[in-house]
């Protein structure tokens, strides 16, 4: 009876505070530390700019910022997985340069046909990722090695079918007009493209068994296998994804320029990729990262660039904020997991 009396004395001063705490960590726990933390440089660069030049924040120039960042998203979007998954893929600009090449030809060599170009492209991505999840699942080599030496092999492929030159003429087509310059509800088709993708993947890691497993395998590949998982299978498909995703993201290079691009356009996205996967969260050693910081990451380094390009900031000083970006995201990162610095004792 003491007990009963004094869980009921009890209950209406102890209940209201848990019930407080528990809502403003769930809040806190679906947005993350790591995202309130981007939303806030986000800000500082909005109201910084946006006060240096009025037309910065005016909605021409928002829907500008988007557009620009639509490719590089769509490969930090995958970027993602394979980072969750303990991989990296440094040949995702490759591989969209290789695919706006294949696109544009296919384009021009069937009379003109754009879905046949989209469908040639998206093939050819998809090859090639495949066969970096091959290379590195079953020739054993290291992810950084192999998609290094991807990076170069599908640049010097994109170079050799092309001559090193822009392929065909694309913009004479409805198709790729559309992707290019369409709207849908007032936002750009190539952002609603990213928006698309990014949903579809954010599902797929947060609310299947297909996911949940790609996060334990990042997380300890040992006790994913032991509890019955994949690792070959799942790891090669995460790289399939990757190159078919990269392939649209070339598909959209072409729609944007009006011809297939073997380097120019593509180059460089690789590192705005993993730099934008970093500062939105993703541990480097896998296990954890979600598409929603990566995508304020991308809209972060978007609004950087499109500010400093407006102030006429010269485009190497742009490169030098996007590194210490990278380096500043991984050493949080480190400080917040609390890893030992490299030679100096524990």
């Not at 170079?159 to 509800?185: C, E, H, M, T, W």
């Not at 500062?279 to 380094?301: I, S």
């Not at 500010?307 to 380096?327: D, E, H, P």
Request: charged content about 10%.
């Amino acid at each position: 009876m003491t007990t009963g009396t004094a869980s009921t004395t009890e209950q209406p001063h102890a209940q209201p505070e848990p019930g407080r705490t528990a809502g403003l960590g769930t809040l806190l726990g679906s947005v993350g530390g790591q995202n309130l933390s981007l939303v806030g440089a986000l800000a500082v660069v909005l109201v910084l700019f946006g006060s240096l030049n009025g037309n910065y924040l005016s909605w021409e120039n928002i829907q500008v910022i988007a557009e620009a960042v639509t490719i590089a998203g769509l490969l930090a979007v995958v970027q993602t997985v394979v980072i969750i998954c303990g991989g990296l893929d440094i040949s995702v600009g490759s591989q969209a340069g290789l695919a706006s090449v294949v696109s544009a030809m296919a384009f021009t060599s069937t009379g003109s046909s754009a879905l046949l170009g989209i469908g040639a492209a998206v093939l050819v991505g998809g090859a090639v990722g495949l066969l970096n999840g091959i290379v590195i699942i079953y020739g054993r080599v290291n992810p950084t090695i192999a998609t290094l030496a991807g990076l170069a092999a599908y640049k010097g492929v994109a170079q050799l079918v092309s001559a090193g030159r822009a392929q065909g003429y694309v913009l004479n087509d409805p198709l790729f007009i559309f992707l290019s310059r369409g709207k849908i509800a007032g936002l750009p088709t190539m952002v609603w493209i990213l928006i698309l993708v990014a949903v579809g993947v954010h599902v797929l890691l947060k609310y299947t068994d297909i996911g949940r497993n790609i996060y334990a395998i990042g997380g300890n590949d040992t006790a994913a296998r032991l509890a019955g998982i994949n690792l070959n299978k799942y790891l090669v498909s995460v790289y399939a994804l990757t190159g078919t995703v990269a392939a649209v993201a070339g598909v959209l290079l072409t729609a944007r320029t009006g011809s297939g691009q073997p380097v120019s356009g593509s180059e460089g996205l690789e590192l705005q990729s993993i730099t934008a996967a970093a500062l939105g969260g993703c541990a480097l050693k896998g296990g954890k990262g979600g598409v929603g910081g990566t995508l304020l990451a991308v809209a972060l380094l978007g609004a950087l660039q499109n500010g400093l390009t407006i102030q006429g900031i010269n485009s190497f000083w742009q490169n030098v904020a996007q590194g210490l970006l990278l380096v500043g995201a991984v050493v949080i990162q480190q400080r917040r997991n609390r890893e030992r610095a490299i030679g100096l004792p524990a």
